[in-house]
Structures are given as structure tokens and as C-alpha cells.
């Protein structure tokens, strides 16, 4: 791990463990699990967007997967959660595959449009055939294992928080590694990487199985917090907000997935009087985004450190 | 037996045909510009809902409100292009898809905005019995639908083969630089080309809202299954579109009426899967053509 990692891990440890004991209000520590559950999908889009420069609009179908396999398998199928949660994340990583192995076999829109048609039947499928319909179901157990089971708002904050923090670890160190350094230099050239040796192909397909298993891991943790699902939940809708997060947090940087999710969970709380307009309001967003501010806050900011840096160096 | 096949069939034929206009809308922004519009759905949408507002709302005559409607279409699409695309200075494909996933985005919130979450209808076109063919019943907007699909595609086929303007925008597909040195103007080509991709998506909107009602919703899955139609035959084919969209709009119907109605959306997905996988250059593109594409 490099020092600027290292530092950004530490002062993030640091902010997950204080905000429950500086403000521990259940509002408050509510929308952190939510930020954490959305930072969850938002690095795996990150990943799959700044590293293998693909994009996929179909995040809230992984989600949905992830939420409903896990409820019904820990609901009817007798499975214990964490049981259900896995078993959740490998139906998510297989349907990846159906969708990635042809899609990015070919250079191209392909990935995003067949991304898209996979969530919208993903919803409607969820319409049509899930448990309770449109209406969708409850009584979806608490997350537990080793026989502790968390029901507390401050335990699912700490639960969601530390497996935002694995997954970041893992994320980290996959980007620093051989396969993040092969993932950027597709990102340069392709056909230098071809050259290589490298598969590129696969290499995107993994990303893209990765990124579908943190989504379904998040939409797992939300149905077992939430305790009831409906599809509403899970619709392109969802996609789209996830999209916008990585891109106003910065697609270069993985603290720009976690930034833009907190952001951008946080701004409906302060925008509660536009609550009709949510489509419109998040439209304007991810459009300026991509026209004004395209390169996103967490690499933006990161620049004016170095540059503040510079001067204070220049000054000496 | 034959009587529910041909309803069927008839039915497939009326969402074909919107279907194919989408197709068709992708592939003129995609052979002059290389990208694909993924708010070519919402087009459909706002010429759907236009034609309700001018015509239902405004209670204008028939005709003026069709034009309206094609008016406002291709100012959207001609404003898209101006603030959005335009504005790129070295695009790379990701923030092209991005950009109109954006757009489509926003229109939808517009067209939330305005018109609510309610479907819209409006009478069809022409007022009378419905035809009769082997005891399956056509209303009379199937065949306006069909009609006005056949319109356009003869339309647009003399407009690229036969008109200096359909003739230079086809130029800057093939090559914009070499466009360029002719003296065709690039940048205003592509402007015009997300201008006839509106329309011909709003065409399809007005045409087909009378059958399957309007909502400000409907555009991702009207941009997915005509991104299906375009790719079976083969990005930038029109006819290829064509007879994709009929293709997929058939199998649907049937697929809804022979096996169940919630499968109908599944399938326009393994379709686009399975020719992903076993013909990606589409029916009537080759492969070579395919692998000289930039995206």
C-alpha cells in the first residue's frame, strides 16, 4: 500500500469508528449504513469504470440479485445468513459471466446496453415472479454469525463500515497489484497489452464478475438491515445514482466511490422538499458532472493538497 | 388456431415496427458520429407525450400537432447535440455513453416533471371498424403504425442515397477527415444527424402511443430492445434494423402469448446475448466491417 493510501485508510478508520460515539443519533447513524451499503456497489463500479474502462448500467439488477437470493435462501431455504449472503454473491458473479463472456468479447457500447437490459428484466422479473409482487416481502431475518446476530442501529453501522473497509483493503491491493497495473495499462492502450501477452478480455471480465459481487454483497446487507425488500428498490433508478456517485466522487480514485456515495446518500436528506423531482435533480447532476467536472472531487482535491504542498515546500 | 396466430403476429408487427425505428435512430447518430445515443428511447417517449400535449391538451388539429411534435423532437435532439456532444473535445467512448446515459436521464426527469407518472392516450388516427383478417382483429392504428414505419424507411432511403445532404452524411461515417477536405461541414452533419434520430424516434412514439399508451418510463426499455434490432442486423444497417426490430417484436408477442407475458422482456436480452456471442457483426454486416469500426 502506498503512503497516500495508508494515510486515507487511517484518517477513514478513524471517522467510521468516532461518528457513532460524537453523534450517536439513530438519523444520523442511518444514513451512514446507507452510505456505507451504496459505497459497497459504488467501488465495484469504480473499479470496473476507472480500471477497465467499462461501464455498466445495470448495478441495481446485482443489487436486487444479491437482496432477494439472500432473503429467500435465509427466509425459506433454512440457510444460515451468512450462508445466504455467499451463496447470493456466486448466483451475482454466474449471471456476470452470461452477461460479461459475450458483451466484452467486442470493443464497445455492448457491455452498457446489455448491463442495461439485464437490470430492467432484472425489475421486471422481481415484478412479475418475486415473493409478494410488486409489493414485495418482510420478515427477513437480522444479520448474524457465529450465533450473535446484529439488530442494532450502531451494530450495522460498525458491520457495514468494517466490510466497506475489507472491501477497500482488497481493492486497494488488487489495483496495486499485477492485475491493477495490467487493468491501466489496458485503460493506455489495449493493443499494446494484447502485444504483451495480456488477456485483456479477461482480465475485464473478472473486473466485471468483481464488481457484480460487491453489488450483491451490499444488496444483501440491505435486505438483512431493512428486513423488507420490493423491487422498487432495485430498479434502473438505483443504477444510475450509483453512477453518478463514482462519477462526482472521481472514476480515478477508489476514495472518490466512497466520497461520492456519502455525498450523494447524504444530498436527498438535504433536498427532502424536492423529493418529486429526484430524477430530474440527479439528471442535472450526473450531466453537469460529466460536462464541468469530469474528473470529480476526490482528484480534484487531492491536487489542491499538492499544490498547497508545493508552496509550502517553495516557501522554505 | 390460425386466427390467434395471426393476432399474434399482428401485434408482434406494431411493436416491431416502433422497434425498428429505434434501431434505425441509433444507426444514423452511430454511422455519423460512432456513438450510440442511449436516449434514443427517451425520443420516443417525448413524441408519444408531444403529440398528447399539442393534440389532447392544446386540442390543435391533427396535422399541426404532428408537426409540433416533430418540431420540438428535433430541437431536443439539435440541443443535445449542441451542449452535450458537441462541446467534447476529445472524446473517449465511455464518457460518450456516460454523456448520453446523462441526457436521457435528465429528459426522463423532465418528462416526469411535466407530464406526471400517469400513462397517456389519445384516439387513432383514423376513426372505423377494425379489419378482419381470419377472424384476427386489426385495429385500424396497427396498420397506421406499419404505414408510417414503411414511410420512413423508403423515406430514408432515398434521403441517403439519393440527396446531396443524406449523401454527405453518410461521407462522414465512412470518413470524417476525408469529408472534411471535400468541403462537407462534419460538425453540422452530426448535428443534423441527432436531429433526424430524434424525429424518427418521435415518429415511432406518436405512431404507436394509441396501441400501448405513453409513459415518461417507457425509454430504457424501448432504447434496449431497439439497441437489439440494430445489433442482429449489424450496427449501422437500416435494413438490418428493420428486420431485426420486426424479428424481435414478432418473437415477443409470441413469446407473451404462447408461453407467459412476463417472459416478453427476457427476450429481447438472450437475443441480444446469444447474437453477441455467436454473430456479433449482426446478420447483415461482415466481420471484417465490424473489426474496421473505431468502437
Given at each position: 500500500?502506498?503512503?497516500?493510501?495508508?494515510?486515507?485508510?487511517?484518517?477513514?478508520?478513524?471517522?467510521?469508528?468516532?461518528?457513532?460515539?460524537?453523534?450517536?443519533?439513530?438519523?444520523t447513524?442511518?444514513?451512514?449504513i446507507?452510505?456505507?451499503?451504496?459505497?459497497?456497489?459504488?467501488?465495484?463500479?469504480?473499479?470496473?469504470?476507472?480500471?477497465?474502462?467499462?461501464?455498466?448500467?445495470?448495478?441495481?439488477?446485482?443489487?436486487?440479485?444479491?437482496?432477494?437470493?439472500?432473503?429467500?435462501?435465509?427466509?425459506?431455504?433454512?440457510?444460515?445468513?451468512?450462508?445466504?449472503?455467499?451463496?447470493?454473491?456466486?448466483?451475482?458473479?454466474?449471471?456476470?459471466?452470461?452477461?460479461?463472456?459475450?458483451?466484452?468479447?467486442?470493443?464497445?457500447?455492448?457491455?452498457?446496453?446489455?448491463?442495461?437490459?439485464?437490470g430492467?428484466?432484472?425489475?421486471?422479473?422481481?415484478?412479475?415472479?418475486?415473493?409478494?409482487?410488486?409489493?414485495?416481502?418482510?420478515?427477513?431475518?437480522?444479520?448474524?454469525?457465529?450465533?450473535?446476530?446484529?439488530?442494532?442501529?450502531?451494530?450495522?453501522f460498525?458491520?457495514?463500515?468494517?466490510?466497506v473497509?475489507?472491501?477497500?483493503?482488497?481493492?486497494?491491493?488488487?489495483?496495486?497489484?499485477?492485475?491493477?497495473r495490467?487493468?491501466?495499462?489496458?485503460?493506455?492502450?489495449?493493443?499494446?497489452?494484447?502485444?504483451?501477452?495480456?488477456?485483456?478480455?479477461t482480465?475485464?471480465?473478472?473486473v466485471?464478475?468483481?464488481?457484480?459481487?460487491?453489488?450483491?454483497?451490499?444488496?444483501?446487507?440491505?435486505?438483512?438491515?431493512?428486513?423488507?425488500?420490493?423491487?422498487?428498490?432495485?430498479?434502473?433508478?438505483?443504477?444510475?445514482?450509483?453512477?453518478?456517485?463514482?462519477?462526482?466522487?472521481?472514476?480515478?480514485?477508489?476514495?472518490?466511490?466512497?466520497?461520492?456515495?456519502?455525498?450523494?446518500?447524504?444530498?436527498?436528506?438535504?433536498?427532502?422538499?424536492?423529493?418529486?423531482?429526484?430524477?430530474?435533480?440527479?439528471?442535472?447532476?450526473?450531466?453537469?458532472?460529466?460536462?464541468?467536472?469530469?474528473?470529480g472531487?476526490?482528484?480534484?482535491?487531492?491536487?489542491?493538497?499538492?499544490?498547497?504542498?508545493?508552496?509550502?515546500?517553495?516557501?522554505? | 388456431?390460425?386466427?390467434?396466430?395471426?393476432?399474434?403476429?399482428?401485434?408482434?408487427?406494431?411493436?416491431?415496427?416502433?422497434?425498428?425505428?429505434?434501431?434505425?435512430?441509433?444507426?444514423?447518430?452511430?454511422?455519423?458520429?460512432?456513438?450510440?445515443?442511449?436516449?434514443?428511447?427517451?425520443?420516443?417517449?417525448?413524441?408519444?407525450?408531444?403529440?398528447?400535449?399539442?393534440?389532447?391538451?392544446?386540442?390543435?388539429?391533427?396535422?399541426?400537432?404532428v408537426?409540433?411534435?416533430?418540431?420540438?423532437?428535433?430541437?431536443?435532439?439539435?440541443?443535445?447535440?449542441?451542449?452535450?456532444?458537441?462541446?467534447?473535445?476529445?472524446?473517449?467512448?465511455?464518457?460518450?455513453?456516460?454523456?448520453?446515459?446523462?441526457?436521457?436521464?435528465?429528459?426522463?426527469?423532465?418528462?416526469?416533471?411535466?407530464?406526471?407518472?400517469e400513462?397517456?392516450?389519445?384516439?387513432?388516427?383514423?376513426?372505423?371498424?377494425?379489419?378482419?383478417?381470419?377472424?384476427?382483429?386489426?385495429?385500424?392504428?396497427?396498420?397506421?403504425?406499419?404505414?408510417?414505419?414503411?414511410?420512413?424507411?423508403?423515406?430514408?432511403?432515398?434521403?441517403?442515397?439519393?440527396?446531396?445532404?443524406?449523401?454527405?452524411?453518410?461521407?462522414?461515417?465512412?470518413?470524417?477527415?476525408?469529408?472534411?477536405?471535400?468541403?462537407?461541414?462534419?460538425?453540422?452533419?452530426?448535428?443534423?444527424?441527432?436531429?433526424?434520430?430524434?424525429?424518427?424516434?418521435?415518429?415511432?412514439?406518436?405512431?404507436?402511443?394509441?396501441?400501448?399508451?405513453?409513459?415518461?418510463?417507457?425509454?430504457?426499455?424501448?432504447?434496449?430492445?431497439?439497441?437489439?434490432?440494430?445489433?442482429?442486423?449489424?450496427?449501422?444497417?437500416?435494413?438490418?434494423?428493420?428486420?431485426?426490430?420486426?424479428?424481435?417484436?414478432?418473437?415477443?408477442?409470441?413469446?407473451?402469448?404462447?408461453?407467459?407475458?412476463?417472459?416478453?422482456?427476457?427476450?429481447?436480452?438472450?437475443?441480444?446475448?446469444?447474437?453477441?456471442?455467436?454473430?456479433?457483426?449482426?446478420?447483415?454486416?461482415?466481420?471484417?466491417?465490424?473489426?474496421l469500426?473505431?468502437?
Amino acid at each position: 500500500m502506498k503512503k497516500e493510501d495508508l494515510i486515507a485508510f487511517v484518517i477513514f478508520i478513524v471517522l467510521v469508528i468516532l461518528l457513532p460515539v460524537l453523534s450517536g443519533s439513530t438519523y444520523t447513524l442511518t444514513v451512514g449504513i446507507f452510505s456505507g451499503i451504496n459505497a459497497l456497489v459504488a467501488i465495484g463500479l469504480c473499479i470496473l469504470m476507472g480500471y477497465a474502462g467499462q461501464v455498466s448500467l445495470g448495478q441495481a439488477g446485482f443489487y436486487g440479485v444479491g437482496a432477494y437470493v439472500s432473503s429467500m435462501l435465509s427466509l425459506h431455504g433454512g440457510f444460515p445468513v451468512v450462508i445466504s449472503v455467499i451463496l447470493a454473491m456466486i448466483a451475482a458473479g454466474i449471471a456476470a459471466v452470461l452477461l460479461a463472456v459475450p458483451a466484452l468479447r467486442l470493443k464497445g457500447h455492448y457491455l452498457a446496453v446489455a448491463t442495461l437490459g439485464f437490470g430492467e428484466i432484472i425489475y421486471v422479473i422481481l415484478n412479475e415472479w418475486g415473493p409478494g409482487g410488486p409489493s414485495g416481502f418482510g420478515d427477513i431475518p437480522h444479520f448474524s454469525f457465529l450465533g450473535y446476530t446484529v439488530d442494532s442501529t450502531t451494530g450495522y453501522f460498525y458491520l457495514i463500515w468494517s466490510l466497506v473497509a475489507a472491501v477497500m483493503l482488497f481493492s486497494i491491493n488488487l489495483i496495486r497489484s499485477r492485475t491493477g497495473r495490467a487493468l491501466r495499462a489496458i485503460h493506455d492502450s489495449e493493443l499494446a497489452c494484447n502485444a504483451m501477452g495480456l488477456n485483456v478480455v479477461t482480465l475485464k471480465i473478472k473486473v466485471f464478475i468483481l464488481s457484480a459481487v460487491y453489488a450483491s454483497l451490499a444488496g444483501s446487507l440491505y435486505a438483512h438491515y431493512v428486513t423488507f425488500i420490493s423491487p422498487s428498490s432495485f430498479s434502473l433508478f438505483y443504477s444510475i445514482l450509483v453512477l453518478t456517485m463514482v462519477i462526482v466522487g472521481g472514476i480515478t480514485n477508489l476514495w472518490g466511490a466512497i466520497i461520492g456515495a456519502v455525498v450523494i446518500t447524504v444530498l436527498p436528506e438535504l433536498l427532502r422538499r424536492f423529493e418529486e423531482l429526484d430524477v430530474l435533480v440527479y439528471g442535472l447532476i450526473l450531466t453537469l458532472s460529466l460536462m464541468f467536472f469530469r474528473r470529480g472531487l476526490v482528484p480534484i482535491m487531492i491536487e489542491k493538497i499538492k499544490k498547497l504542498r508545493g508552496l509550502a515546500v517553495a516557501k522554505h | 388456431m390460425l386466427t390467434v396466430f395471426l393476432q399474434f403476429l399482428f401485434s408482434g408487427l406494431t411493436v416491431g415496427a416502433v422497434y425498428a425505428l429505434v434501431g434505425i435512430g441509433f444507426n444514423i447518430t452511430y454511422n455519423a458520429t460512432s456513438i450510440i445515443n442511449l436516449a434514443q428511447g427517451e425520443f420516443v417517449v417525448i413524441g408519444g407525450l408531444m403529440m398528447w400535449f399539442f393534440s389532447e391538451s392544446l386540442k390543435l388539429p391533427f396535422l399541426v400537432s404532428v408537426a409540433f411534435t416533430i418540431v420540438t423532437a428535433g430541437v431536443i435532439g439539435l440541443l443535445m447535440e449542441r451542449l452535450t456532444i458537441k462541446p467534447l473535445k476529445n472524446p473517449d467512448l465511455m464518457l460518450m455513453i456516460m454523456i448520453t446515459v446523462a441526457v436521457s436521464i435528465l429528459l426522463r426527469g423532465v418528462l416526469m416533471f411535466s407530464f406526471g407518472k400517469e400513462p397517456y392516450v389519445y384516439p387513432s388516427f383514423t376513426e372505423g371498424e377494425p379489419v378482419n383478417v381470419y377472424g384476427a382483429i386489426i385495429q385500424q392504428q396497427t396498420l397506421w403504425v406499419i404505414g408510417i414505419t414503411g414511410f420512413c424507411i423508403v423515406s430514408l432511403f432515398f434521403f441517403f442515397k439519393k440527396t446531396i445532404v443524406g449523401k454527405a452524411m453518410l461521407a462522414c461515417a465512412v470518413n470524417p477527415t476525408a469529408a472534411q477536405l471535400v468541403g462537407i461541414n462534419v460538425s453540422r452533419m452530426v448535428m443534423f444527424s441527432f436531429v433526424l434520430s430524434g424525429i424518427v424516434g418521435a415518429i415511432g412514439g406518436m405512431a404507436i402511443t394509441p396501441i400501448s399508451l405513453m409513459e415518461y418510463d417507457k425509454g430504457p426499455m424501448l432504447a434496449v430492445k431497439g439497441f437489439c434490432a440494430a445489433i442482429m442486423g449489424g450496427l449501422g444497417s437500416n435494413r438490418g434494423a428493420v428486420i431485426g426490430g420486426f424479428l424481435i417484436g414478432i418473437l415477443e408477442s409470441m413469446t407473451a402469448g404462447y408461453i407467459h407475458s412476463g417472459m416478453k422482456d427476457g427476450i429481447a436480452l438472450i437475443i441480444l446475448l446469444l447474437i453477441l456471442f455467436f454473430k456479433p457483426a449482426g446478420l447483415f454486416v461482415s466481420k471484417t466491417m465490424l473489426e474496421l469500426r473505431k468502437f
